[in-house]
């Protein structure tokens, strides 16, 4: 049986009450197209689901009216990302946040907003490249975002992720295709990978959940996309511990796992791959290392 890295662990713990819960999407008819733990383009993660299409946007659970937002409210003098947007408090510190909707059709939410009420509908305002909207959960007692997908009930999703490259880099810069490569000289390497997961409709491919390497045997390094922390103004992320963000999406060849030892003899890599329903894509690499 596999041991689960101290980040993983902890990162699970921290969500395990929320994940008691299983809450709606906020559309059963608009598409995801862009998930949490995304790269944002920036070398940053997204903290958010991206929604592509048309309809109403519902409350995914009851919970207490904390806000709400038109885009053409002056509150502040720069624009915002969100646009039009609305905030709703669920308890015991978790929001749902829903952005980018139609200005003109951001509901006057009552005290009490019910499960399943709506709040808005699909718009373009915000930064939105095409109508839809933008959904994100924050835990404020434990100040993360947290992924909707820990929480959200289970989709029929019996596809595994994609392992789309693993690239190692020495100290000198000089990286190597672990695909193609059947030989190496000994020395510490970092690894990356490209990885990525289905939508439902296949228009665009996300994020995975977790993602762990092995070197004969031994775990060298995972990512768990469970949740983000937001402390002292800056994002961190769980790689074996907390560390800030730009140790995992600063890379140009994917996510950094980590770094491997090679030692003289034969080496072992192993790359897993698991999206947020339970499906693992496992890849295998062997090298002679002189």
């Known amino acids: 049986m596999r041991m689960m890295t101290r980040g993983a662990a902890v990162a699970i713990a921290m969500v395990c009450v929320v994940a008691a819960w299983s809450m709606d999407r906020p559309s059963p008819d608009a598409v995801l197209i862009g998930n949490f733990g995304a790269d944002s383009g920036t070398g940053s993660p997204r903290v958010g689901d991206v929604y592509a299409g048309e309809g109403v946007v519902r409350a995914v659970e009851t919970g207490?009216?904390?806000f709400s937002r038109s885009s053409s409210d002056r509150a502040s003098r720069l624009p915002s990302p969100l646009g039009a947007w609305t905030a709703i408090d669920h308890g015991d510190g978790l929001v749902s946040i829903y952005g980018r909707l139609e200005r003109k059709r951001v509901s006057r939410l009552p005290p009490i907003v019910e499960k399943g009420v709506m709040v808005g509908a699909a718009g373009t305002t915000g930064w939105s490249e095409e109508k839809g909207f933008y959904?994100?959960?924050f835990d404020r007692k434990e100040r993360q975002w947290v992924n909707p997908a820990v929480i959200e009930g289970r989709r029929n999703d019996r596809r595994a992720p994609v392992i789309q490259?693993?690239?190692?880099m020495d100290s000198q810069?000089?990286?190597v295709d672990a695909s193609q490569a059947k030989g190496l000289f000994q020395g510490k390497r970092t690894v990356f990978v490209a990885a990525a997961d289905y939508?439902?409709?296949e228009k665009a491919l996300l994020a995975p959940?977790?993602?762990?390497?092995s070197l004969n045997g031994?775990?060298?390094?995972a990512v768990a996309l469970e949740a983000l922390s937001a402390r002292d103004g800056k994002m961190w992320i769980y790689r074996n511990g907390l560390v800030p963000v730009e140790q995992v999406y600063a890379g140009?060849?994917?996510?950094?796992l980590g770094e491997a030892v090679f030692i003289r003899g034969q080496a072992d890599l192993e790359i897993l791959v698991q999206d947020a329903f339970g499906n693992v894509q496992r890849e295998e690499y062997h090298f002679t290392v002189e």
């Open 173 to 175: 810069g000089r990286v």
């Open 209 to 213: 959940f977790r993602m762990v390497c």
């Open 199 to 201: 939508t439902e409709t």
């Open 135 to 137: 959904y994100s959960l």
């Open 218 to 221: 031994r775990e060298v390094g």
């Open 252 to 256: 140009a060849f994917g996510f950094e």
């Open 165 to 168: 490259s693993v690239t190692l």
């Open 64 to 66: 207490e009216a904390l």
